[in-house]
C-alpha cells in the first residue's frame, strides 16, 4: 500500500469564505456547497502558502485542508522548508498540534517539551507559545473555531530562520535543554 507516502484526508463539510480562500485547496467547496458526500484531499494535492512572505523561501508554509462552516473549526498542516523560531504568539481558539515529521520544542508557561514524530500538544486559546521547528518538519494541527495567529512582538525574520531553541537556565545542579514529555505507550 501507499498509505505511508499518502495522507488522505477526509473532508466533511464545505471550507469558509473568511479570508483563507488562498490557503485552500482549489477544489475543497466554499461556503454554501455544503456536501453530503466525503471529499478526498492527498498530500501532493494541498495549495501552499507562505506563512510570512517576506522570508521567501525560507517561510514556513500552510495549507489550510478543512474549516468548518457552522465553527470555523479548522484542520490545517504547516511545513518548514527551512528551520526556524516561530516567535511568542497566540491563537483565539484551542489549538493542537500532531508532530508527523521532525522534532519541535514548544514553550510555553514556563515548561518546554521536545517532540517527535506522532506527539502531540494542546495549546488552551489566547496561551502564549512558541516553537522551534527543524528544516523539513510537518505538522498537523487544529483549531476549534476559526484559525489566526497574533504575534507578541512581531512575525518571525530572517534572524529567525535556522535558529535553535536557548539552553535553559536552572537552579545549580538541574539538567538543562528540552523536557521531555511523558509517552504513554497503550498495550
Given at each position: 500500500m501507499v498509505q505511508h507516502r499518502t495522507i488522505a484526508i477526509v473532508l466533511a463539510a464545505t471550507a469558509c469564505g473568511c479570508g483563507?480562500?488562498?490557503?485552500?485547496?482549489p477544489g475543497a467547496p466554499t461556503r454554501g456547497q455544503a456536501s453530503e458526500q466525503p471529499a478526498f484531499l492527498r498530500h501532493r494535492d494541498l495549495t501552499w502558502t507562505r506563512i510570512v512572505?517576506?522570508?521567501?523561501a525560507t517561510s514556513p508554509e500552510i495549507a489550510i485542508m478543512h474549516v468548518d462552516p457552522a465553527t470555523q473549526a479548522t484542520q490545517l498542516m504547516i511545513r518548514t522548508p527551512a528551520a526556524i523560531h516561530v516567535r511568542?504568539?497566540?491563537?483565539?481558539a484551542n489549538e493542537t498540534h500532531t508532530i508527523i515529521r521532525g522534532t519541535a520544542v514548544l514553550e510555553c508557561d514556563g515548561q518546554r517539551a521536545e517532540l517527535g514524530p506522532g506527539s502531540f500538544n494542546f495549546m488552551p486559546a489566547?496561551?502564549?507559545h512558541e516553537a522551534w521547528l527543524p528544516a523539513h518538519s510537518l505538522t498537523f494541527i487544529?483549531?476549534?473555531?476559526?484559525?489566526d495567529i497574533n504575534w507578541v512582538e512581531g512575525a518571525?525574520?530572517?534572524?529567525?530562520?535556522?535558529?535553535?531553541?536557548?539552553r535553559l537556565r536552572h537552579a545549580a545542579g538541574a539538567p538543562s535543554g528540552p523536557r521531555n514529555p511523558v509517552e504513554h505507550h497503550p498495550q
Open positions: 483563507m480562500r488562498a490557503w485552500m485547496h512572505p517576506e522570508l521567501g511568542k504568539h497566540w491563537h483565539s489566547k496561551m502564549i487544529t483549531v476549534d473555531r476559526a484559525w518571525p525574520t530572517a534572524a529567525d530562520v535556522g535558529a535553535r531553541p536557548p
